[in-house]
């Protein structure tokens, strides 16, 4: 009887002790996981810590206050008014947009945070960036992540954003970079006025006077297709935006419709993602739409009404008279007729 006991308890034991073991391992694995890598959609992301990222620039540090010297606040440039104005406007008629889940104002470390992290689930666009650094230097890996190290500084220090802009950065080598990202649909800094329900996607590189290389295509087509896919986002729904315009009465914007993958330029006081990677944009677009049938035929993307799920496609006249059926969401199509960048794009 006493055996039997014994037994029964250290049966107890061994399941207790392997019970014990599975969760440090799924502890183990979710903490390398977090400083390696992680996967969206199988897609690999390279985490904040691999790429270098400072968390100490975010964290919220009291300055001592110098009570000797009298403060005056600053007046409002007439720039400065305008921009408000665009602002309090915005928000009045769009309510919902800026309407948040919740608001994290401490780090997992539970720090201050400089800048309050806002988060929002519905994300209904993406705005595609360059960084504007030449990658003229730009040899190695290593080399890419001085250079990101460098965006991050400046946008978490010197724009006062407490974080790097972006959600995505995708280097020369084609390493797609985790950035605002480490609090789950946290609302970053890239569009003003459109960063509520959007995703921004950075390519490194000066786009005026260089190519995108095509690792960094290839990795921004996987990456939309990803997000559009987590996020249900149809690369041609019919979606506003809001752009600043000082040149226009109050209240200063213009509320566009557009497709839902735009370049800033489309959206903001500026031309960035630039020439060499805005001409790419609509082919890019269609390469999304036509991947999103492949993975999942429910999302929003409408389905083709008369024609069969794609195949692999291997002839060009078969590939325009299907692209020219394949009628997705609301906005306009945009047929590519050059059959060297259709068949690099499409048929890779």
Not at 18 to 26: F, T, V, W
Not at 95 to 108: A, H, M, T, W
Not at 225 to 238: C, E, F, L, T
Request: charged share 20%; proline share 5%.
């Amino acid at each position: 009887m006493f055996r039997f006991i014994k037994n029964k308890n250290s049966q107890s034991l061994t399941l207790k002790t392997i019970l014990g073991l599975c969760l440090s391992l799924i502890i183990f694995w979710s903490i390398y996981t977090y400083s390696s890598s992680y996967l969206l959609d199988n897609l690999a992301i390279t985490s904040r810590k691999l790429r270098w990222a400072n968390e100490s620039w975010r964290i919220y540090v009291p300055k001592p206050v110098d009570k000797t010297v009298e403060y005056k606040p600053s007046e409002k440039t007439e720039a400065q008014r305008k921009v408000q104005v665009a602002e309090a406007y915005v928000v009045k008629k769009f309510p919902q947009e800026y309407k948040v889940e919740k608001v994290v104002k401490k780090d997992l470390n539970w720090s201050w945070l400089k800048w309050p992290i806002s988060t929002k689930s519905a994300k209904k666009k993406i705005v595609i960036h360059h960084t504007a650094e030449s990658n003229e230097k730009i040899k190695t890996t290593g080399d890419e992540l001085i250079v990101l190290q460098g965006i991050y500084k400046y946008h978490t220090l010197s724009n006062g954003w407490g974080d790097i802009g972006y959600n995505y950065i995708i280097g020369p080598s084609g390493i797609i970079y985790d950035g605002r990202t480490w609090w789950p649909d946290a609302i970053w800094a890239h569009a003003s006025r459109n960063n509520s329900e959007s995703i921004g996607i950075s390519l490194m590189g000066n786009f005026v006077i260089e190519e995108p290389t095509p690792e960094q295509i290839a990795s921004l087509e996987k990456l939309l297709v990803a997000v559009s896919h987590k996020y249900k986002i149809d690369p041609y729904a019919d979606v506003t935006f809001h752009k600043f315009n000082a040149k226009l009465a109050s209240p200063y914007v213009q509320d566009l419709h557009l497709d839902s993958i735009v370049g800033h330029t489309d959206v903001g006081s500026t031309a960035c993602p630039w020439k060499n990677l805005y001409a790419l944009l609509p082919s890019i677009k269609e390469y999304v739409a036509v991947q999103l049938w492949y993975i999942k035929p429910t999302l929003p993307v409408v389905k083709p009404s008369t024609i069969s799920p794609l195949p692999s496609v291997t002839d060009w006249n078969n590939l325009i008279h299907r692209r020219n059926e394949y009628k997705v969401g609301s906005g306009p199509r945009i047929i590519n007729t050059n059959k060297s960048k259709i068949d690099d794009i499409f048929l890779r």
